[in-house]
């Protein structure tokens, strides 16, 4: 998909495909080169697009790799219909893709208070920015555990997360912080899996705590980071909310940050 000679907007570099992979019929991944200049925060987003007759088409994408890699990762679902996905998932190296200049976003370690318990709770392609976070030895740094919960509908969905965290523990530069502190917690909906249903049916009966062997959500100790659909942020804030945490912002950091998975 080489790109015309067509003059881009300032907001956008164009980076190339370094490599994508399939998951499933409906999960893609996708690796970019990263300009020199681009800075961001672990678990933040960037807009990312393609040239579609002429203009820029662009979607806030979380970025799935940590602050320190040297390239940028993204995690997407296939909307055969999507006006950007059905185009960005015939993604092949080499080509070139549109990438922001100005990531942003509130699912940042900054926006939280002190706490000993991370929770990051996620849905679908809602793992990506805590495929950056995971990475980032700040994190271990400032919480004694990390519990990371990925539901999907399906066994296959959740491949993505599942490898990676299974790559971490042999990684050079933290894998000696994940082995004792992350806490991987997969979950299915739709199809036979160790742990079935929802986060937050797992929540409300107790049964992730009872899994994982440890307290109930309790504010002065525990933080949470939440993404995936509209629907799953409105649930689980509602639900984490109700145990008496409050919500943080870059500007005035709480208990719990929430930010939605974006696609088409
Ligand atoms: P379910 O199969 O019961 O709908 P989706 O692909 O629709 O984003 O769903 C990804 C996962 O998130 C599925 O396991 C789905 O469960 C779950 N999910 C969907 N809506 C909610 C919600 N409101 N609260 C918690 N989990 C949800």
Redesign the pocket.
């Known amino acids: 998909m080489p790109s015309d000679s067509i003059v881009l907007p300032k907001s956008v570099t164009e980076e190339d495909v370094l490599a994508v992979r399939h998951w499933t019929d409906e999960l893609f991944s996708f690796r970019l080169t990263r300009p020199a200049a681009f800075r961001f925060r672990s678990g933040e987003f960037v807009m990312l697009g393609l040239m579609v007759d002429g203009k820029p088409l662009l979607r806030a994408y979380s970025i799935a790799s940590p602050s320190w890699d040297d390239g940028l990762d993204f995690f997407s679902i296939k909307v055969q219909d999507g006006p950007l996905t059905s185009r960005l998932q015939h993604l092949q190296t080499g080509d070139r893709v549109l990438l922001g200049k100005k990531p942003t976003g509130t699912l940042v370690l900054d926006a939280l208070k002190p706490g000993k318990r991370l929770y990051m709770l996620s ?2 392609t809602g793992i990506a920015p805590f495929a950056s976070l995971i990475r980032e030895p700040e994190a271990y740094e400032k919480f004694d555990q990390i519990v990371l919960t990925h ?3 399906n066994v296959a969905d959740l491949a993505y997360g599942a490898e990676l965290v299974d790559s971490l523990v042999e990684d050079p530069l933290i894998g000696e912080m994940v082995g004792p502190k992350l806490t991987y917690y997969a979950s299915t ?2 199809e036979d899996f160790v742990h079935k249903g ?3 049916d797992l929540i409300e009966s107790g049964k992730l705590f009872t899994d994982l062997d440890v307290p109930s959500f309790d504010p002065a100790v525990d933080r949470v980071m939440i993404c ?2 509209m ?2 942020l409105q ?2 804030k509602q639900l984490v909310a109700s145990f008496g945490f409050t919500e943080g912002s870059n500007a005035n950091p709480g208990d719990f940050v929430v930010e939605k998975a974006f696609a088409d």
Do not use: E, K, L, Q
Request: with cysteine.
């Open positions: 849905t679908g539901t999907c509908r909906t739709r929802r986060i937050t995936g659909s629907a799953m649930d689980t």
